[in-house]
């Protein structure tokens, strides 16, 4: 099975901020990747696939980028509704998460 | 509009079985693959089980934690995928979410809004 690795688990940041996460393939997946945004007590909520492609109505200020075995999830400008629990997906070969990272009130 | 609604969960004792539902609607069910997922109390997501199309070839793949145990299907008519789950342990206990597939790949951008499993004495 392909192991995805994100990292930070936890990251603090303030309104505004540049933050990015880091997901890594234990093998090459090429773009075969998704990122999401989960709340509490909700369901994942898709944000980027193939990579680097945005979901329809999702905010710019989301981007991706990587191929092959390391990716990452940035948003340029971190808002309010931002701070939440976000996972990557890799989905070509069966389907694996990583671990989550919890981006929280600095 | 696509929904998922996921039911048929519960409390339940270990070693006993259950059956979960998720019913699909706004979207050419049978085109879709569907996945389940879980997610168990404070931790991460697990993806259990996953069914192609039946176009596709009805190709079925379950996670090394619950090969064995548990059985996913789908019905096409009546636009439900199900997730049998036997001999349940504590370990089991989770929210279990069910998605569609995106363009044919195993990526969700609908998922249900869950429906707890609770394996306890």
């Known amino acids: 099975d392909i192991q995805m690795t994100q990292s930070p688990s936890t990251l603090s940041a303030s309104v505004g901020d540049r933050v990015s996460i880091t997901c890594r393939a234990s093998?090459?997946?090429?773009?075969?990747l998704a990122w999401y945004q989960q709340k509490p007590g909700k369901a994942p909520k898709l944000m980027i696939y193939k990579a680097s492609t945005l979901q329809s109505g999702v905010p710019s200020r989301f981007s991706g980028s990587g191929s092959g075995t390391e990716f990452t999830l940035t948003i340029s400008s971190l808002q309010p509704d931002d701070f939440a629990t976000y996972y990557c997906q890799q989905y070509q070969s069966y389907s694996t998460f990583g671990q989550g990272t919890k981006v929280e009130f600095k | 509009e696509v929904q998922l609604v996921e039911s048929g969960g519960g409390l339940v004792q270990p070693g006993r079985s259950l059956r979960l539902s998720c019913t699909g609607s706004g979207f050419t069910f049978g085109d879709s693959g569907m996945s389940w997922v879980r997610q168990a109390p404070g931790k991460g997501l697990e993806c259990v089980a996953l069914i192609t199309s039946i176009g596709s070839g009805g190709t079925i793949q379950y996670a090394a934690s619950v090969r064995g145990r548990f059985s996913i299907s789908r019905d096409d008519s009546g636009t439900i995928a199900y997730l049998q789950m036997n001999s349940l342990k504590t370990e089991d206990t989770a929210v279990y979410f069910c998605?569609?597939?995106?363009?044919?790949?195993?990526?969700?951008?609908?998922w249900g809004q869950g429906t707890l499993v609770t394996v306890s004495p």
């Open positions: 093998q090459s997946i090429s773009s075969w």
């Open positions: 998605l569609k597939w995106t363009d044919g790949q195993s990526f969700g951008d609908h």
